[in-house]
């Protein structure tokens, strides 16, 4: 539980990071949040320093440290049309009660941006915490968490084939921490949370931003000095047609940690790097 001030400095820092380094997206869709209210704090500071109308909305999870999944949105650009917890008796093996390790549920929001209705499903799948390191004794890696990613993943995919099977052009994009990588291990093929997301046979693919981006640039988190993708941005083919950039905004993953306590900066606002998605609706 942080002080008052570290409570203080982070809200600070967010939303001077949400206004300077994101440029006040419509769309904000975040991770680790305590709850609504608190999320709620943070939008309204940045509406008082921008002019902006930001709302926000999460949902308890199973996860015992009380962290959720949320968005902010901005009420004068956006409409949020529906907001809710994926549930069922999948959702509670993979991310509930009765999964080896209860987690965050992932939350749909359905937006209206100029007359389009987008399906959003924000995530934050389970950590890589309890693997062997990448670089260690054993090779390949034991990475004991990667079932549950595996079954977290499954279920997305499943949630988004309901849509697609319905309206294969629907705009759909799934997108968050996934704590997994975007290539699978040797032998893995296509059985690895990514490409489980991106789709299998019989399925509509959706194509994963990330992979678009080539360059040594492209990490999202830095562990144990290894710079790695864990966050993702996946949309489905009638978003893609309306794709114009994506980038990884590099304000955080690579500097130390001491910055988290400058509320001057934006710099290590946060451990992971912001993702940011641009499509041309209007």
Do not use: C
Not at 213 to 235: F, I, P, R
Request: glycine share 8%; charged share 25%; proline share 6%.
């Amino acid at each position: 539980t942080p002080t008052p001030e570290e409570l203080e400095t982070q809200l600070t820092k967010l939303a001077l990071a949400i206004e300077v380094e994101l440029e006040l997206p419509e769309i904000v869709v975040v991770q680790e949040v305590e709850n609504t209210e608190i999320l709620q704090v943070l939008g309204d500071r940045i509406n008082a320093a921008a002019g902006t109308a930001y709302m926000a909305a999460s949902f308890e999870t199973s996860d015992a440290r009380g962290i959720e999944v949320g968005f902010l949105w901005d009420a004068d650009r956006v409409d949020l049309l529906d907001a809710y917890q994926m549930s069922g008796p999948d959702v509670e093996d993979a991310f509930g009660p009765s999964s080896p390790s209860p987690g965050r549920e992932p939350l749909v929001g359905v937006f209206e941006i100029e007359g389009e209705m987008v399906t959003i499903v924000g995530n934050h799948f389970k950590s890589k915490g309890g693997d062997d390191p990448l670089f260690g004794v054993n090779w390949p890696p034991d990475r004991v968490t990667e079932v549950q990613r595996k079954m977290q993943a499954r279920v997305v995919r499943d949630f988004v084939n309901t849509i697609l099977d319905a309206d294969p052009s629907a705009l759909v994009m799934v997108t968050g921490d996934l704590n997994d990588f975007q290539f699978g291990e040797p032998g893995e093929g296509t059985d690895h949370p990514v490409a489980i997301l991106e789709g299998g046979a019989g399925e509509v693919s959706l194509t994963n931003l990330l992979n678009l981006e080539k360059d040594a640039e492209t990490y999202t988190y830095v562990y144990d000095g290894n710079s790695q993708v864990l966050d993702h941005m996946l949309v489905s083919p009638a978003l893609y047609d309306l794709f114009a950039a994506v980038d990884v905004l590099h304000f955080n993953a690579g500097y130390p940690d001491a910055l988290g306590g400058d509320a001057n900066t934006t710099l290590r606002a946060s451990d992971h790097d912001a993702l940011e998605g641009r499509f041309n609706l209007r």
